[in-house]
């Protein structure tokens, strides 16, 4: 099995965990840190509608928790059938932890794959070596 089949097959098990009751619209994430440990995470709604947690960001904090701070590549998992790519606020929450090669796949339901580079989705951001 590939990686980037691995991170797909965890997406998927944990869009099966999404609590999405609001939007309906589960969503998993699956992302390599750079010591090759793999981290996953789902959408996590609230009926206070803005403190919904996106998928992206509960698997950084998976990968945050366990110590690590560098994503080599994450992979994201929508509903279906189609891909959808990480909203605005997960590319810049992505982005703390990317290096250049950092690689962001959509997935669709079959587990097709775009790839793309985060300077790709999110071109001249603002990050830490901003704050240098
Ligand atoms: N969502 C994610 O989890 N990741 C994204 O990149 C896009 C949107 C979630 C947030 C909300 O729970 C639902 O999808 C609908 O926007």
Do not use: H, W
């Not at 589960?26 to 959408?43: D, H, I, Q, S, T």
């Not at 796949?105 to 901003?130: E, I, N």
Request: glycine fraction near 8%; charged fraction near 15%.
């Amino acid at each position: 099995m590939s990686s980037v089949e691995e991170l797909f097959d965890l997406a998927k098990a944990a869009r099966a965990q999404a609590y999405a009751p609001y939007s309906r619209f589960p969503v998993g994430a699956a992302l390599r840190a750079e010591n090759g440990a793999a981290f996953f995470g789902c959408n996590v709604e609230n009926a206070a509608y803005p403190l919904g947690l996106c998928a992206e960001a509960s698997a950084i904090a998976a990968m945050v928790a366990a110590g690590q701070l560098r994503i080599a590549e994450i992979l994201v998992l929508g509903p279906g059938p189609g891909k959808i790519t990480p909203c605005g606020a997960c590319r810049q929450r992505i982005a703390e932890f990317a290096s250049e090669r950092t690689l962001i796949y959509c997935a669709d339901d079959q587990g097709q794959t775009d790839s793309a580079l985060l300077s790709q989705l999110l071109p001249r951001s603002f990050g830490p070596a901003s704050l240098a």
